[in-house]
């Protein structure tokens, strides 16, 4: 394989990949500035675990993974949004008419109850530490970091390949 061809195809996938990051970061970024707190793309969504309520399942810096169910029972993790828009993740401890009671596992009481529709899914993978990551990808200088080396990637391996042609 020639070194043309390597250029070539590092330069096709960091597009592709700048691409997707600038979609995605995009979207998010949008539903979050006209007031989405949990933006959800095709049903899933993320959120990061700010405090221990839910240790040691659930610890600080955790990457949930959220999915939009049709239906909870008591013992799921959910996250919902509470009236000011700020998101828990909490187990639910009994769902009745339509009403829902959740409790931060390392929390001695129960919340306050919470309507069904406040539910916005139900936790279906946990990574630890990848929060910290992903607060991390989300602030601009990581933004404009990433938005360097993805056009580096691609500019300067095309740049190479023309100096050799000449």
Same mark, same amino acid.
């Given at each position: 394989?020639?070194?043309?061809?390597?250029?070539?195809?590092?330069?096709?996938?960091?597009?592709?990949?700048?691409? =997707?990051?600038?979609?995605?970061?995009?979207?998010?970024?949008?539903?979050?500035?006209?007031?989405? /707190?949990?933006?959800?793309?095709?049903?899933?969504?993320?959120?990061?675990?700010?405090?221990?309520?839910?240790? /040691?399942?659930? /610890?600080?810096?955790?990457?949930?993974?959220?999915?939009?169910?049709?239906?909870?029972?008591?013992?799921?993790?959910?996250?919902?949004?509470?009236?000011?828009?700020?998101?828990?993740?909490?187990?639910?401890?009994?769902? $009745?008419?339509?009403?829902?009671?959740?409790?931060?596992?390392?929390?001695?009481?129960?919340?306050?109850? =919470?309507?069904? $529709?406040?539910?916005?899914?139900?936790?279906?993978?946990?990574?630890?530490?990848?929060?910290?990551?992903?607060?991390?990808?989300?602030?601009?200088?990581?933004?404009?970091?990433?938005?360097?080396?993805?056009?580096?990637?691609?500019?300067? /391996?095309?740049?190479?390949? $023309?100096?050799?042609?000449?």
């Amino acid at each position: 394989m020639t070194a043309k061809k390597i250029y070539k195809g590092i330069s096709v996938f960091a597009a592709v990949l700048c691409i =997707i990051f600038a979609a995605v970061f995009g979207y998010t970024a949008v539903a979050k500035a006209v007031g989405e /707190p949990l933006p959800m793309i095709f049903g899933w969504g993320n959120a990061v675990v700010l405090s221990g309520s839910m240790e /040691p399942e659930l /610890p600080v810096g955790a990457l949930v993974i959220i999915q939009k169910q049709d239906s909870y029972s008591a013992g799921d993790v959910v996250t919902y949004q509470e009236e000011n828009g700020t998101l828990v993740t909490h187990r639910l401890m009994s769902v $009745k008419n339509g009403v829902a009671v959740t409790k931060g596992d390392a929390n001695n009481t129960e919340d306050s109850p =919470i309507l069904l $529709k406040q539910i916005r899914g139900k936790v279906q993978a946990v990574w630890q530490g990848a929060g910290n990551v992903m607060l991390w990808l989300k602030s601009p200088i990581c933004i404009l970091l990433l938005l360097l080396v993805g056009g580096l990637l691609i500019f300067i /391996p095309n740049s190479l390949i $023309k100096r050799k042609v000449r």
